[in-house]
T-cell receptor, first 110, second 115 residues
Framework: GQSLEQPSEVTAVEGAIVQINCTYQ??????LSWYQQHDGGAPTFLSY????GLEETGRFSSFLSRSDSYGYLLLQELQMKDSASYFC???????????FGSGTRLQVQP | EAGVTQSPTHLIKTRGQQATLRCSPI?????VYWYQQALGLGLQFLLW???????NRGNFPPRFSGRQFPNYSSELNVNALELEDSALYLC??????????????FGSGTRLTVV
């Protein structure tokens, strides 16, 4: 089986930088994905890291360290619209469908 | 291009009844995934269909079942409904089998309420 751990809630102010961590235990790791979900909305794909290092997409960056079974999502220049839940997800060998973490609720305050 | 569409948006059923939820993937996507999201919780994997076949199922009882049609649309059936089945049921599709690299595109979900 596999498990993912991420903080349940993070609060930050507008314009700040926030980092959401994710640690995982899995067999046959294929990569770490991140999804954003606003209240009442569908999850949307943000990023995917298959190799170690940092991937940058605009204000969002995602990092992976395979040796540490650890990754994070970095959100810069926070905006009120970034208030949402953020999920990390991994694909397990033999299962191939993604397994999601329990999610981190980010609250951006003015 | 049309996204992933799910119907109905909301569904209210009585305990013991059956519910049928439907999903149409993005055109060209052959893989369909079903997830259950209870209120305030994460996404729990239910079922994965690819090319008309069930490829994987999560840790859910057999009363959760489904199928995928030749046009790649999918149906999730939940029999003998229980109160704890009340949740948002999300369908997703992906370009590649497994979907990790390209990401999943989710539909807006069906909110199932069991009373």
């Amino acid at each position: 089986g596999q498990s993912l751990e991420q903080p349940s809630e993070v609060t930050a102010v507008e314009g700040a930088i926030v980092q959401i961590n994710c640690t995982y235990q899995t067999s046959g790791f294929y990569g770490l994905s991140w999804y954003q979900q606003h209240d009442g909305g569908a999850p949307t794909f943000l990023s995917y890291n298959a190799l170690d290092g940092l991937e940058e997409t605009g204000r969002f960056s995602s990092f992976l360290s395979r040796s540490d079974s650890y990754g994070y999502l970095l959100l810069q220049e926070l905006q009120m619209k970034d208030s949402a839940s953020y999920f990390c997800a991994v694909r397990e060998a033999g299962r191939r469908a993604l397994t999601f973490g329990s999610g981190t609720r980010l609250q951006v305050q003015p | 291009e049309a996204g992933v569409t799910q119907s109905p948006t909301h569904l209210i059923k009585t305990r013991g009844q059956q519910a049928t939820l439907r999903c149409s993937p993005i055109s060209g996507h052959t893989s369909v995934y079903w997830y259950q999201q209870a209120l305030g919780l994460g996404l729990q994997f239910l079922l994965w269909y690819d090319e008309g076949e069930e490829r994987n199922r999560g840790n859910f009882p057999p009363r959760f079942s489904g199928r995928q049609f030749p046009n790649y649309s999918s149906e999730l059936n939940v029999n003998a409904l229980e109160l704890e089945d009340s949740a948002l049921y999300l369908c997703a599709s992906s370009l590649e089998s497994g979907g990790a690299g390209y990401g999943y595109t989710f539909g807006s979900g069906t909110r199932l309420t069991v009373v």
